[in-house]
């Protein structure tokens, strides 16, 4: 990613920050991927193999640093609370700049719940599609599991935390999630999950899926820990991208 010719570009978000993105023009024609990585992470270190299987398949990219993130401002990572309203704005600079082009949102662990939670807003009707790989159900829910890993009762650390999101954030944990946004999406999406995650568990995702399993297409990679299901079984990963895509003709 680092030696392919891109475009830095940048967004203004509703709250204020810079947000940074890197553009690679594949084909005046292409569908353009936007990419959303994980929790502490940049677009460069979680999209490395996506970024390989988009140019296999043709796509244009939008790799975003989400706020917080690489060359994007902020000073507060959100969970997905402020960053699907980001993720909204991404969209809108992709229309306002290449016109009525399909979309496809991909993330990755947290840039994974931010996608779905983004699915349950007035998505333009560009937005074909959604990939998820190793979401979490909730911000709360994920936090809270974190305390318990760190030795902290959830009962005895979340309120804290919740009080430390209002204070750095303005953020209202309870109430948002991936689970609770899929519900009202409209939109298709490919959920995926290593079975063996011990970060993010599989079972946050079985718990999306049966929200609205109309709209979902869940797909399971044994023996699998956190988001490394394509680079074990990139064949597979591979397969599931080509057939949603096909089936919705993007």
Not at 21 to 35: F, K, M
Not at 50 to 67: I, W
Not at 199 to 208: G, H
């Amino acid at each position: 990613m680092e030696k392919v010719p891109f475009e830095q570009v940048y967004i203004t978000t509703f709250d204020g920050l810079r947000l940074a993105a890197r553009y690679y023009h594949l084909s005046d024609s292409a569908p353009l991927q936007i990419q959303f990585h994980g929790y502490r992470s940049t677009a460069v270190r979680d999209f490395s193999g996506a970024f390989s299987l988009a140019q296999k398949m043709g796509r244009n990219l939008l790799v975003v640093d989400q706020r917080a993130g690489g060359k994007s401002e902020g000073k507060t990572i959100c969970f997905g609370i402020k960053e699907k309203y980001d993720c909204l704005a991404w969209i809108q600079y992709a229309i306002d700049r290449f016109g009525d082009i399909p979309i496809m949102l991909t993330g990755i662990s947290m840039g994974a719940a931010t996608v779905l939670m983004a699915s349950e807003l007035d998505l333009p009707e560009n937005v074909k599609c959604i990939v998820a790989d190793c979401p979490y159900s909730s911000p709360e829910e994920i936090i809270a599991l974190q305390c318990k890993a760190m030795g902290i009762p959830p009962k005895l650390g979340m309120p804290f935390v919740k009080l430390g999101a209002r204070i750095f954030g303005n953020l209202k944990l309870s109430g948002e999630g991936a689970e609770k946004a899929v519900r009202n999406t409209r939109v298709p999406i490919l959920l995926v999950h290593g079975e063996a995650d011990d970060f993010v568990p599989c079972e946050m995702s079985k718990r999306i899926y049966a929200a609205n399993p109309e709209m979902i297409t869940f797909e399971i990679f044994p023996d699998t820990a956190h988001g490394i299901s394509f680079i074990n079984d990139t064949e597979r990963y591979e397969k599931l991208y080509y057939n949603l895509f096909e089936k919705y003709g993007i």
